[in-house]
């Protein structure tokens, strides 16, 4: 699950920003039934960073709340220049503690570069391919492909009623190498309707305030683990 992703306090209530309020959210929703914890890590001002000096405390807050593997984000939100991302992750070697994975979005520039970095330092790499973008064929033409951790297939299409279709056709559109997972989710309007497509055909679930900021009913989640316990309501697989 992605705790926060690029939501802040405006967006809802339950967001954690802080070391500390990012490792309570972490342990109520692996209570709730998360088996895997993302988070992208804020400043005290609240911007998205790739800075040791930020990752360290909510690597550790977290470590100590939870037993299950805790990634961060490493895409261009959080350092936009690619030179720059590459030696950010880098500099990560010098953490006390790395984090278990990092995701790479593979349409943004230096991915490959950044992905590759990764690995140098034995940090797992969720390969996130967005629709809409040249990802899937970037992906597909990458030689990094088998070494990936898993697949993340993001369905960014916001309707209801077009996201299953969405997801399906992106699906279809590039080849995952073999016995590389695949987790897909969607965003917003479309993130319950892909998830209970990702069950039906068996393949990894993701939710989160970073996906959506509702519930299946329409209401207002007030957490992370409420909408957790929503996705495993009716099945009991724990959720990415």
Known sequence: MCLNGSRGPG?????????????????LAVAAGAGDVRVHPRTPCGSESLSPRVLAPVLTAVRAAVAVPVGVTASAPAEPDPGRR?????????????????????HEPGAEAVATALLELG??????????????????????GPRVLRVRVEVADPDPATAGATARALLGSFDV???????????????????????????????????????????????????????????PRRAG
Do not use: Q
């Open 11 to 27: 967006d809802a209530a339950g967001v954690p920003m802080s070391p500390e309020s990012t490792a309570a959210a972490a342990g």
């Open 86 to 106: 590459v030696e950010r992750v880098r500099s990560w070697a010098d953490l006390p503690e790395l984090p278990d994975h990092a995701s790479v979005d593979w």
């Open 123 to 144: 940090v797992g790499v969720e390969a996130g391919v967005r629709s809409g973008t040249d990802g899937p064929a970037r992906f597909a033409r990458s030689p990094l």
């Open 177 to 235: 190498p073999s016995g590389v997972p695949v987790l897909l989710h969607g965003v917003d309007g479309g993130t319950w309707p892909v998830l209970r497509l990702a069950r039906r055909l068996g393949l990894g679930i993701r939710i989160g305030l970073a996906d959506t900021l509702l519930l299946p009913d329409g209401t207002r989640a007030r957490s992370n683990a409420e909408l957790v316990a929503a996705a495993l309501s009716r099945n």
